[in-house]
């Protein structure tokens, strides 16, 4: 089978993978280490599998690797820097937001690009923004509670 | 990993169109709903992306709105002039198809394409007599909406693309309605209606009525729509074109509702796409609701 060659950057790096045509974009993030991205229904249903890619937040079960040629993408791993987390990220942890924790980081990521459009939500907007992520154990109540208080973090500022 | 043995971006609509032409091909662009529903892979050995044909826009000329294949529902629900015509219904219906991560990936044209009985966008399409251009190797045909759906996940269209969707401006004013009834947020329509009214002086004069998730296409009334020309744009016209609207429905039942179910509640989505479009929605009635 004919591999291709896409060139992308990924958390700021530029990298050249090789991939498979029927690879997904999910599973190329996992065979090149980028584990913190979870499969979790991958039929596109439950946003677990969130990234972003050129500024719009995506499921990357449902995209083949080789359509984000030339793209830019961000994965949970690149929002932490220089070991301090973002600050979406210390909002969830504070709130409580993660119970087993296999959701959060497709929560997070849509988090993240809602937040740079909306930076300063209503509860009822954080609710439709997030209404496509699915949490099986500690329901969405810690959730909206986090995005709102990460986006008074940004507001204040590091 | 998907049992896809070849990737193909072309980067014009010739070459595009030659790569279709082939057995075991299809069209890719979004992939949401091609690469997690097996019934579009069968068969199905590559795939041609369209996204890098420059089909993703959505322009305004010559009394037309045209909507390429690769603009993504996302910036379909965000269209000024498409969330204003006919109240837009349109936008409403691009607007709640998926998730908000589906949405910034998944095509109009893809949901055309995909020819589900159960989406959101086609009625609206249908209710604005829109069109496809479709594209193969023969040339371009246009075909309406309200004649390219054959039954579930089957369309008229052969070894083509969608190039673009058409939708006409209209010379008078109309208005219009959308109603869904899903499960939750996110999940696809159990029920949908989608209505446009001109209205003159407080009589209908000309209506379109597209149901949703109630028959093997996106179902036009027709009976129901005759019955409510030359009539007062008023609660008791359409609480009697409901009745007309439930014997005129073929709903199955499904894990998301029985066909009894789907019956009844096309009236009621009918009733209030209707109310909406004629101004009549009473609070809480204004928007769909999951």
Same mark, same amino acid.
């Given at each position: 089978?004919?591999?291709?060659?896409?060139?992308?950057?990924?958390?700021?790096?530029?990298?050249?993978?090789?991939?498979?045509?029927?690879?997904t974009l999910?599973?190329?993030?996992?065979?090149?280490?980028?584990?913190?991205?979870k499969?979790?229904?991958?039929?596109?249903?439950c946003?677990?599998?969130?990234?972003?890619?050129?500024?719009?937040?995506?499921?990357?079960?449902?995209?083949?690797?080789? $359509?984000?040629?030339?793209?830019?993408?961000?994965?949970?791993?690149?929002?932490?820097?220089?070991?301090?987390?973002?600050?979406? $990220?210390?909002?969830f942890?504070e709130?409580?937001?993660?119970?087993?924790g296999?959701?959060?980081?497709?929560?997070i990521?849509?988090?993240?690009?809602?937040? $740079?459009?909306?930076?300063h939500?209503?509860?009822a907007?954080?609710?439709?923004?997030l209404?496509?992520?699915?949490?099986?154990?500690?329901?969405?109540?810690?959730?909206v509670?986090?995005?709102?208080?990460?986006?008074e973090?940004? $507001?204040?500022?590091? | 990993?998907?049992?896809?043995?070849?990737?193909?971006?072309?980067?014009?609509?010739?070459e595009?169109?030659?790569?279709?032409?082939e057995?075991?091909?299809?069209?890719?662009?979004?992939?949401?709903?091609?690469l =997690?529903?097996?019934?579009?892979?069968?068969?199905?050995?590559? =795939?041609?992306?369209?996204?890098k044909?420059?089909?993703?826009?959505?322009?305004?000329?010559?009394?037309?709105?045209?909507?390429?294949?690769?603009?993504?529902?996302?910036?379909?629900?965000?269209?000024?002039?498409?969330?204003?015509?006919?109240?837009?219904i349109?936008?409403?219906?691009?607007?709640?198809?998926g998730?908000p991560?589906? /949405?910034?990936?998944?095509t109009?044209a893809?949901?055309?394409?995909?020819?589900?009985?159960?989406?959101?966008?086609?009625?609206?399409?249908?209710a604005?007599n829109?069109?496809?251009?479709?594209?193969?190797?023969?040339?371009?045909?246009?075909?309406?909406?309200?004649?390219?759906?054959?039954?579930?996940?089957?369309?008229? /269209?052969?070894?083509?693309?969608?190039?673009?969707?058409?939708?006409?401006?209209?010379?008078?004013?109309?208005?219009?309605?959308?109603?869904?009834?899903?499960?939750?947020?996110?999940?696809?329509?159990m029920?949908?209606?989608?209505?446009?009214?001109?209205?003159?002086?407080?009589?209908?004069?000309? =209506?379109?009525?597209?149901?949703?998730?109630?028959?093997?296409?996106?179902? /036009?009334?027709?009976?129901a729509?005759?019955?409510?020309?030359?009539q007062?744009?008023?609660?008791?016209?359409?609480?009697?074109?409901?009745?007309?609207?439930?014997?005129?429905v073929?709903?199955i039942?499904?894990? /998301?509702?029985?066909?009894?179910?789907?019956?009844?509640?096309?009236?009621?989505?009918?009733?209030?796409?209707l109310r909406?479009?004629a101004?009549l929605?009473?609070?809480?009635?204004?928007?769909?609701?999951?």
């Amino acid at each position: 089978m004919p591999e291709i060659e896409i060139t992308l950057k990924v958390n700021g790096r530029t990298v050249t993978w090789r991939v498979q045509p029927g690879e997904t974009l999910l599973e190329a993030l996992h065979h090149h280490h980028l584990k913190g991205t979870k499969l979790i229904c991958g039929t596109g249903d439950c946003c677990g599998c969130g990234v972003i890619l050129n500024g719009n937040s995506i499921n990357s079960c449902c995209m083949l690797a080789a $359509q984000a040629d030339s793209g830019d993408l961000l994965t949970i791993e690149g929002l932490a820097q220089e070991g301090k987390l973002h600050p979406i $990220q210390e909002a969830f942890a504070e709130e409580g937001a993660a119970q087993c924790g296999y959701c959060t980081p497709g929560f997070i990521i849509r988090t993240y690009a809602f937040l $740079q459009e909306h930076p300063h939500p209503t509860e009822a907007e954080v609710q439709a923004a997030l209404a496509g992520n699915i949490c099986r154990c500690t329901g969405y109540v810690k959730p909206v509670a986090a995005v709102l208080r990460a986006a008074e973090m940004m $507001q204040s500022g590091p | 990993m998907l049992k896809i043995t070849a990737y193909y971006s072309p980067t014009t609509l010739t070459e595009a169109v030659a790569l279709l032409a082939e057995e075991g091909r299809t069209v890719i662009a979004g992939g949401t709903d091609l690469l =997690v529903n097996p019934r579009y892979m069968v068969g199905v050995r590559e =795939v041609v992306d369209i996204r890098k044909l420059g089909l993703d826009y959505i322009s305004v000329e010559d009394g037309w709105i045209r909507i390429g294949a690769g603009a993504t529902m996302r910036t379909v629900a965000r269209h000024p002039l498409i969330q204003t015509l006919a109240n837009g219904i349109l936008a409403r219906g691009a607007a709640v198809c998926g998730s908000p991560n589906i /949405r910034n990936m998944a095509t109009l044209a893809g949901n055309v394409a995909s020819a589900l009985p159960s989406a959101d966008t086609p009625p609206a399409l249908i209710a604005l007599n829109a069109q496809a251009v479709l594209v193969g190797t023969q040339g371009e045909r246009i075909v309406p909406l309200d004649s390219f759906f054959v039954g579930p996940a089957k369309s008229v /269209r052969e070894r083509e693309l969608i190039r673009e969707l058409r939708i006409p401006l209209p010379n008078d004013k109309i208005s219009g309605g959308f109603y869904k009834i899903g499960r939750t947020a996110e999940d696809i329509s159990m029920v949908n209606a989608t209505a446009t009214l001109n209205i003159q002086d407080g009589v209908i004069t000309d =209506v379109r009525l597209v149901m949703g998730a109630v028959a093997p296409i996106p179902l /036009r009334t027709v009976e129901a729509e005759q019955a409510l020309i030359g009539q007062p744009a008023a609660e008791e016209t359409f609480q009697r074109v409901a009745e007309i609207v439930r014997q005129e429905v073929r709903p199955i039942s499904d894990h /998301r509702a029985s066909a009894d179910y789907r019956r009844r509640m096309s009236g009621v989505a009918a009733i209030r796409a209707l109310r909406q479009a004629a101004g009549l929605a009473p609070h809480g009635e204004e928007w769909h609701h999951a």
